[in-house]
């Protein structure tokens, strides 16, 4: 919803927004500070993205140095640079030092190696060294995602002791939700949700209250499936191991859902041809990332502008053919993307394997079938009504039922064939699939136009 | 993936659900119970869900007894009613008098009001009274979400009271992440973590360790705000309050990302046209759902056809334009499609609001521009080769802007409107687009040949 006055706990509301700008226009720095401080970082961070390029200037010259981490590690990618540029050293350093190591590497592991460096060198030499080698997991890895400051136990020890370790502790991470059991290689053997610490007798082993369920994460698992376990199985907490499987981190919930969250962003603007990208892109940026699904439309188009060739004749004889071809192709193009879309998702939850490959294959053509007669009859109607024509309502009748049942069976087939040859589904199964519900479209149509009209 | 036999830790892998067809053909329960038994609940459901009705059958047959209230709450709507008819009252009883509040809860929503009722008749009569004030809340609201077993405290306690008052409670709910702080009158004032908590000296007051960014939930708020605010905000949990702000229940961050899950499945299926459903819905279901929007399809496809009726005349005379019409019609709704995807998305996120609606429309207007003109050169080069008239590349390149231009005008503004007319955008914006992109690109290229070929 774009306005949302009505709720007064989203805190940025639009009004907010033009308050800001009134402002920086007045150069009013201390009504900027009023307006602003009290925000949540995510909503300062939302607020630079939605304001232009000379607005966030402005804003960040009279508010110069009050930009913490948090805001830069909520911030786009895409604007992040900007910010980081305008901001003095002293107050970069400032605002990284206050970070969990998991969001330094979240905010710099887009960044430019010199930006990276300015970032860096805010950090204190340990802070620093655990920054780096997170950095040296691969990119969207469990080791970029890990926090690296664990809370851990002896699995040996009792509550008591656990109880009292922790107490004493002075360094304790912002948040964790596990005590993590570990061997004495550093293995983690099990983990135990800090409610179940709290309600138990100081005597109890903490070996007997692990909980079930308990899995690990090697550092170089893709964070893909890191996210897609911790929805499956409501994890909420995970230790990290190495290859030695020693434990080096913990990945919380929050930072699975952020991740599951981009995945789905991804998917969603992927099955549109979009690629990447977001609002705060520039044009040229934003041109240059859908040019290439444009230019596949293109050839798709120019394909079934050749099949379109093949019937000139006919077309030339009875002009009512151009009118009507484009109905049947849209049709299947529209049923074949209800498939694929479908068929895609289900491979992304791993909800559609091996088991009922087939089945969801027979269903989707079978729907194609249910859905073509029922536009079959729709369309001849349609067909004799306006040209008069028994013959015509008879070819769309036909091309109709053949496109739909192709879309139903294309829709389904083409995304698993592609996951199988471990080519992303949501990126390029609507170009094969349209491509397919055209072509079969205009020659269905024209073909029998051909066959049974002249 | 539809096949993962490199990933250990997920545990149903396509081998184990063959291995469990096969113990049930053969009627041999101990095997059935020695592939299944090991399986986490969610894992069962989606094997449940993957096989066939008749597999299924069988397969509750032969496990009978051993399916216990998670598998149910993981299962998906539209087999969890076949599952819990299969199964005895007794059995039922047993699997449901487990389970937390909110799974209840959500276990019995989607059913009908007799399986309903042998669901609430296990439980005791006081879990019951709880299930049943839950299902007063309107669905899909906060309180449906929440669960019942709340910990909390009152505000002046210490740390040390804290801890001694949990550690005598044997009811404590299996996952709890804060403890609650509550004034006399039961009004959440704060929160304190677990691990503050645990970190913190006995002598020290709650009040002092509460955390920043502390949110309550109305109980009547829509699931989808909560599920927003837990993603924006980073929560782990936040508390549910009645109209006299009095403690209900908590929300938690699995909830919330559970809900957050569901809304980008819905946006997908809608985007796409497909509605809700899913992979375990019948022939007969799905084809009624799609139907709808097929309908809607075919209404812009006619719409599009008496576009083109309008020039029967000048494709008579020049079909070549029959056979390039689709293709302009084609790059339109491709680009459209685009925009107005990334609107959706912006508008579901915040990211679109009344403070950048300008920019981003024109942003939009200048990619389809710029794109538009390179696609224009390019199919005015085709055209010209292929059917030897400059005057058709003229007509192609003239034709291509104006209808790219009009997709990111439409493919923005459209469900900006549709989101301030309380119209999802999501669910209606590609009919309205594409009917914009083709009856210009149609209207354009037909008309402008008719101007300047004839």
Redesign the interface.
């Known amino acids: ?4 006055p009505q ?1 007064p ?2 805190d ?1 509301e ?1 009004t907010r ?2 308050d800001v ?1 009134a402002a920086v226009t007045a150069r009013d720095a201390p009504a900027l500070h009023r307006l602003l401080d009290p925000l ?1 970082p ?2 300062v961070a ?2 630079l ?4 390029d000379v607005q966030r200037g402005e804003l960040m010259a009279l508010w110069q140095g009050a930009i913490d981490g948090e805001v830069l590690s909520e911030l786009d990618e895409s604007i992040r640079e900007d910010v980081i540029d305008a901001m003095e050293p002293a107050a970069l350093a400032e605002a990284v030092r206050d970070l969990e190591s998991d969001d330094v590497v979240d905010l710099v592991e887009d960044l430019d190696a010199a930006r990276t460096e300015a970032v860096l060198d805010a950090l204190n030499d340990a802070d620093r060294a655990v920054v780096e080698q997170s950095l040296s997991y691969p990119e969207d890895s469990a080791g970029r995602l890990m926090q690296r400051e664990v ?1 851990m136990a002896p699995e040996h020890w009792t509550v008591g002791q656990a ?1 009292d370790h ?2 004493t ?2 360094d ?6 596990h005590l993590i059991l570990v061997d004495p290689r550093l293995k983690p053997t099990g983990y135990v ?9 100081r005597d109890v082993e903490l070996a007997g209250l692990s909980e079930d ?1 308990f ?1 690990t ?1 090697q550092a170089e698992a893709p964070e893909e ?1 890191v996210a ?7 994890l ?1 907490s995970a230790p990290v191991v190495d290859h030695n499987e020693r434990l080096v981190g913990v990945i919380t ?2 930072d ?3 991740v ?2 981009e995945e ?2 991804e ?3 992927r ?4 690629g990447e ?3 705060t892109d ?2 040229v940026e ?2 240059k990332r ?2 290439p ?3 596949v ?2 050839v ?3 394909l ?2 050749m099949v ?2 093949l019937f ?1 004749d006919t ?2 004889t009875v ?9 049947v ?3 299947g193009g ?2 074949g ?2 498939s ?3 068929a895609v ?3 992304a939850t ?8 087939w ?2 294959i027979r ?1 989707e053509v ?2 194609g079938l ?2 073509g007669l ?2 079959a009859i ?2 001849a109607i ?1 067909g004799v009504i306006w040209f008069g024509s028994p013959v015509l309502g008879i070819v769309l009748f036909l091309a109709m039922v053949i496109n739909m049942v192709v879309a139903g069976l294309a829709g389904t087939v083409i995304p ?1 064939i592609l ?2 040859l471990k080519i992303d589904p949501a990126l390029a199964s609507g170009a094969f699939v349209t491509t397919v519900t ?1 072509i079969v479209g205009f020659f269905a149509f024209l073909g029998l136009a051909a066959v049974m009209l002249l």
């Open positions: 919803m774009l306005d949302t709720d706990q989203i940025l639009p927004t033009a700008l949540h995510a909503d939302d607020l993205e939605q304001i232009s809370v109880i922790l107490r502790q002075d304790l991470p912002e948040q964790f939700y949700s800090l409610g179940r610490l709290l309600g138990s007798k369920g899995r994460f499936d897609y376990q911790f929805n499956q199985y409501h909420i919930i929050d699975a859902m952020i599951l969250d789905h962003e998917d969603i603007l099955l549109a041809g979009v990208g977001s609002l520039r044009v934003t041109t859908r040019f699904w444009l230019a439309n293109l798709t188009a120019i079934a502008s379109i060739a000139e077309i030339a002009v009512a053919l151009a009118v009507l071809m484009p109905i192709a849209s049709m529209n049923a993307t209800q694929l879309t479908v998702r289900s491979i791993k909800d559609l394997t091996t088991a009922n490959v089945r969801v269903r079978l729907v249910v859905n029922a536009f729709i369309i349609v698993v996951d199988k055209d």
